[in-house]
Every structure is written in C-alpha cells, then in structure tokens.
C-alpha cells in the first residue's frame, strides 16, 4: 500500500523566507503527484500537478519537483508571505490517490 | 465556470442515523472522488466515481455508498452512523478519472458531527 510522508510537520518562518516542504512515497508507481494548500476549515486548492514523466512544475512563487526513482517531491516557496499561512498537502496517484498528513505552514509578519 | 459545489455544509446527526451528502462536480467534469478528513487520520479516499459508475474505492465499510447520475452529480451515503464518522468529507471532480493524472478540484466540504 502506498504511504506518503510529509516533512516537517509545522513549520513556522518570518516573512520573506525561501522554504523547502517536503514529501516522500513507498510506490513509484504513480501517475501524478499534486501538491495542494488548505485553509482552516476549508477545501483544498490545488498549486501544482506534476506528471510522472515531468521534473519539475512552477508558477509564481512556487516551484515543485518529483524524482519518482528515489519516491520525493519537493515544494519550494519563494519569498514567503503571511498569505501563505496553511497547511500544504501532496497526493500521488496510482489507483485512487493518497494524501500525507500535510505540513502546516506559518508565515510572521 | 463554478467551482465544485457541496451540500449541506454542514450537519448534525446522532448515532444509527444515516445521512446523503451532496457533491456537483465543474461543469465538464464526469469523474467525483469522496474523501474523508480526520484530525486523526488525515485524508482518506472513499471512492470515485467516473459515469455514473463506481472506478476505484478505499478501505472502508459497507456502511460507506455512493452514486453518481448522468449530468455527473454524486451522492454519498452513510448509514448508521457512529461517532467515529464525524469528519469534514470533501467532494473532488475532474475531467476524466481522477487518479489518472487530471487535475482534482475540491469543493469546500460538508462537516458532519455525530452525537
């Protein structure tokens, strides 16, 4: 069964910081892997979808990577910012999705 | 183009009862997965559903259905509740199978609380 791992699991930086949020998985059998940001209380929205034969995806500030041999992501973020403030969530995909257990995310004014 | 909608968004219910919930996926999409939020156990897969016919399902009881109808919308059902089934369950749509490698899109959630 596929475990996805999220580390750390808190996270707290000033604002401006670059950050690096991690995630790792047992199966590299995947089709896709999602990096996702989710407000308290709310729905997930989604940041970044990376295809299993891609490298890496940006936009905006963020820029995600994916080494499907070795089963790990990475989420950097750029110049962080209050508005950053939430948990980040990443899914792979093989038969159904699997979600981490989410790094939450703290951004100091 | 609306995004995914969820109802209700909330909902209180005492054990043994059985509830639906209501997911309308992006105009377009025909492929719904269910998701199950926990403090405890994070976000679990239910099932998704992809023309109106059910394409993968999680590890969860009988007790957990759904369905999904021609213009894409689905429902989920639990019957006889137990306190362990409070949770914030999310409704994702896609264009084609989710766990195919399209984007998901998530509507907000219904919160249910069992009492």
């Known amino acids: 069964k596929q475990e996805v791992t999220q580390i750390p699991a808190a996270l707290s930086v000033p604002e401006g910081e670059n950050l690096v949020l991690n995630c790792s998985f047992t199966?590299?059998?995947?089709?896709?892997l999602q990096w996702f940001r989710q407000d308290p209380g709310k729905g997930l929205t989604s940041l970044l979808l990376?295809?299993?034969?891609?490298r890496e995806q940006t936009s905006g500030r963020l820029n995600a990577s994916l080494d499907k041999s070795s089963g790990r992501s990475t989420l950097y973020i750029a110049a962080s910012q209050p508005g950053d403030s939430a948990t980040y969530l990443c899914?792979?995909?093989?038969?159904?999705?699997?979600f981490g257990t989410g790094t939450s995310l703290t951004v100091i004014p | 183009k609306a995004g995914v909608t969820q109802t209700p968004r909330y909902l209180i219910k005492t054990r043994g009862q059985q509830v639906t919930l209501s997911c309308s996926p992006i105009?377009?999409?025909?492929?719904v997965s269910w998701y199950q939020q926990t403090p405890g156990q994070g976000l679990q897969f239910l099932f998704e559903?992809?023309?109106?016919?059910?394409?993968n399902k999680g590890n969860f009881p009988g007790r957990f259905s759904g369905r999904q109808f021609s213009n894409s919308r689905s429902e989920m059902n639990v019957s006889t509740l137990e306190l362990g089934d409070s949770a914030l369950y999310l409704c994702?749509?896609?264009?084609?199978?989710?766990?195919?490698?399209?984007?998901?899109?998530f509507g907000p959630g219904t919160r249910l609380t069992v009492l």
């Open positions: 899914a792979v995909s093989g038969n159904q999705f699997y």
């Open positions: 105009s377009g999409h025909r492929s």
């Open positions: 559903y992809f023309s109106e016919t059910q394409r």
């Open positions: 990376i295809q299993s034969s891609q």
């Open positions: 994702a749509s896609s264009l084609t199978s989710g766990a195919g490698g399209d984007t998901q899109y």
């Open positions: 199966d590299s059998a995947i089709y896709n």
